[in-house]
T-cell receptor, first 115, second 116 residues
Framework: GAGVSQSPSNKVTEKGKDVELRCDPI?????LYWYRQSLGQGLEFLIY????????KSGLPSDRFSAERTGGSVSTLTIQRTQQEDSAVYLC?????????????FGPGTRLTVL | DQQVKQNSPSLSVQEGRISILNCDYT??????FLWYKKYPAEGPTFLIS?????DKNEDGRFTVFLNKSAKHLSLHIVPSQPGDSAVYFC???????????????FGKGTKLSVIP
């Protein structure tokens, strides 16, 4: 079956521009997560969506970052006025349901480069 | 302040030998630990996990050991194969932290190279 997909796979942008990153979770997965991995670092949690509940945005590094999830499926991570320190691989993951811990399935990531 | 540490950025092992990847954590509230494997240009894939009530979990060639008193876990791969060459991430979870119970905290990863 189809896994988590992300687009674009690579994005190069100029400092100050806005970017949108897209995530298509596995069908039927109610939980969706965004992480980012900066060079030489581990994965850093950004935001979590679960069903119709309000998202947990506690990991977003600044108010330039926002995310939405439409219809409980596709999610878009938006970074406004990009800065060079935003350069990283942005990873999306989904999992079946909350309650007991469920394995998170990751997409291939979007490599963002801010010049 | 890193709560999950993988102090070896890289490791090289001969094919057929044992690979041992180490991970240390500082948060005593973590009660579930996972290892993820990542190939270039792909997302991490789940490999094996262990609950804090256990000290060992085995799945085929992969075994994870947990030493709670030392806040240390390790992943053993035996025998190592060239296809095991990847970056391995250790991750931890506090399943009792309410809203944060799903937030995986990752180490920086160890790049394993298995030499044929």
């Amino acid at each position: 079956g189809a896994g988590v997909s992300q687009s674009p796979s690579n994005k190069v942008t100029e400092k100050g521009k806005d970017v949108e990153l897209r995530c298509d979770p596995i069908s039927g997965h109610t939980a969706l997560y965004w992480y980012r991995q900066s060079l030489g670092q581990g994965l850093e949690f950004l935001i979590y969506f679960q069903g119709n509940s309000a998202p947990d945005k506690s990991g977003l590094p600044s108010d330039r970052f926002s995310a939405e999830r439409t219809g409980g499926s596709v999610s878009t991570l938006t970074i406004q006025r990009t800065q060079q320190e935003d350069s990283a691989v942005y990873l999306c993951a989904s999992s079946p349901l909350r309650g007991s811990y469920n394995e998170q399935f990751f997409g291939p990531g979007t490599r963002l480069t801010v010049l | 302040d890193q709560q999950v540490k993988q102090n070896s950025p890289s490791l090289s092992v001969q094919e057929g030998r044992i690979s041992i990847l180490n991970c240390d954590y500082t948060n005593s509230m973590f009660d579930y630990f996972l290892w993820y494997k990542k190939y270039p240009a792909e997302g991490p894939t789940f490999l094996i996990s262990i609950s804090s009530i256990k000290d060992k979990n085995e799945d085929g060639r992969f075994t994870v050991f947990l030493n709670k008193s030392a806040k240390h876990l390790s992943l053993h791969i035996v025998p190592s194969q060239p296809g095991d060459s990847a970056v391995y991430f250790c991750a931890a979870l506090n399943r009792n932290s309410g809203a944060g119970s799903y937030q995986l905290t990752f180490g920086k990863g160890t790049k394993l190279s298995v030499i044929p």
